[in-house]
């Protein structure tokens, strides 16, 4: 069992930087691989980022390639979501997510538990 609280959103400019973090409880967040997930008004909810439970495998949408970077330092029981270079089609509400199931899926579906989702948006 775990709980999850998204921080670090925000307004920024076109070309700005942000970093997301997920703050997770409990004592096996080692066992979890996390992710990232996007939802934009109107749209469906989308994949971002995702990492293993060691953090040595990662696995990125190719809209954000290059641009964002995930994290985690299971001794903080924290994940991070590094921003760079943001656009505004990258405004959405942004949430993590953690599984027990696979090594890093893309798929929302495989995935249990849910932060609340922290506000990102990107003006031009």
């Known amino acids: 069992q775990v709980q999850l609280v998204e921080s670090g959103g925000g307004l920024v400019q076109a070309g700005a930087s942000l970093r997301l973090s997920c703050a997770a409880s409990g004592r096996t967040f080692s066992s979890y691989a996390m992710a990232w997930f996007r939802q934009a008004p109107g749209k469906e909810r989308e994949f971002v980022a995702a990492i293993s439970r060691s953090g040595d495998d990662t696995n990125y949408a190719d809209s954000i390639k290059g641009r964002f970077a995930i994290s985690r330092d299971n001794a903080k029981n924290t994940v991070y979501l590094q921003m760079n270079s943001l656009k505004p089609e990258d405004t959405a509400v942004y949430y993590c997510?953690?599984?027990?199931?696979?090594?890093?899926?893309?798929?929302?579906?495989?995935?249990?538990?849910w932060g609340q989702g922290t506000q990102v948006t990107v003006s031009s």
């Open positions: 997510a953690a599984t027990t199931v696979g090594i890093n899926p893309i798929a929302s579906y495989k995935y249990r538990y």
